[in-house]
T-cell receptor, first 110, second 116 residues
Framework: GQQLNQSPQSMFIQEGEDVSMNCTSSSIFNTWLWYKQDPGEGPVLLIA?????ELTSNGRLTAQFGITRKDSFLNISASIPSDVGIYFC??????????FGTGTSLTVIP | NAGVTQTPKFRVLKTGQSMTLLCAQD?????MYWYRQDPGMGLRLIHYSVGEGTTAKGEVPDGYNVSRLKKQNFLLGLESAAPSQTSVYFC???????????????FGAGSRLTVL
């Protein structure tokens, strides 16, 4: 199946620092999604992007839909302990199948 | 509004046993999906449904069967469980494409299955 390359695989940061992660694809997408998953829970939608070049914010989170439509970026500003978790990107072209990245594990050190 | 509910949350099976995972959604969504999540592999699609009475294979369908007899329910069955099916299973649903925000999946909390 389609592979999404998500990086970095893991991050250890100090509380208050900014975080950046990205996702790249070998194919174009019409929709990019970013999810967060807490331990023992299901993924929860953070941001949805629908247009190339789109920049969308949700509180301290900002995500961008890459111009090439093959990548997306997620930034978290001024990290706090509750930001800990695994962040997933997902892409959809047309049709019914979403494709997921392998996740970025974020640890915030108080 | 419960969203997507999965039962059971945990289950331990012996090799060769059968079981069914139930997914229920109360959002009147057309599309429903079953994924499995394994360490380092992300979410992989097992089967999905584009409406009541329909099912389709995903990326890793072998060893699983599904049914969508009612719009709100999507069942995932394992006829003869194998240790390779030890995983966390997630159900998700999606609104019909005619609605805004349709290109978004809403997930359940997951079902952790261990096959001994």
């Amino acid at each position: 199946g389609q592979q999404l390359n998500q990086s970095p695989q893991s991050m250890f940061i100090q509380e208050g620092e900014d975080v950046s992660m990205n996702c790249t694809s070998s194919s174009i997408f019409n929709t990019w999604l970013w999810y967060k998953q807490d331990p023992g829970e299901g993924p929860v939608l953070l941001i949805a992007l629908y247009k190339a070049g789109e920049l969308t914010s949700n509180g301290r989170l900002t995500a961008q839909f890459g111009i090439t439509r093959k990548d997306s970026f997620l930034n978290i500003s001024a990290s706090i302990p509750s930001d800990v978790g695994i962040y997933f990107c997902a892409g959809l072209y047309t049709g019914n199948q979403f494709y997921f990245g392998t996740g970025t594990s974020l640890t915030v050190i108080p | 509004n419960a969203g997507v509910t999965q039962t059971p949350k945990f289950r331990v099976l012996k090799t060769g046993q059968s079981m069914t995972l139930l997914c229920a959604q109360d959002m009147n969504h057309e599309y429903m999906y079953w994924y499995r999540q394994d360490p380092g592999m992300g979410l992989r699609l097992i089967h999905y449904s584009v409406g009541e009475g329909t099912t389709a294979k995903g990326e890793v369908p072998d060893g699983y069967n599904v049914s969508r007899l009612k719009k709100q329910n999507f069942l995932l069955g394992l006829e003869s469980a194998a240790p390779s099916q030890t995983s966390v299973y997630f159900c998700a649903s999606r609104a019909d494409r005619a609605y805004s925000g349709a290109n978004v999946l809403t997930f359940g909390a997951g079902s952790r299955l261990t096959v001994l």
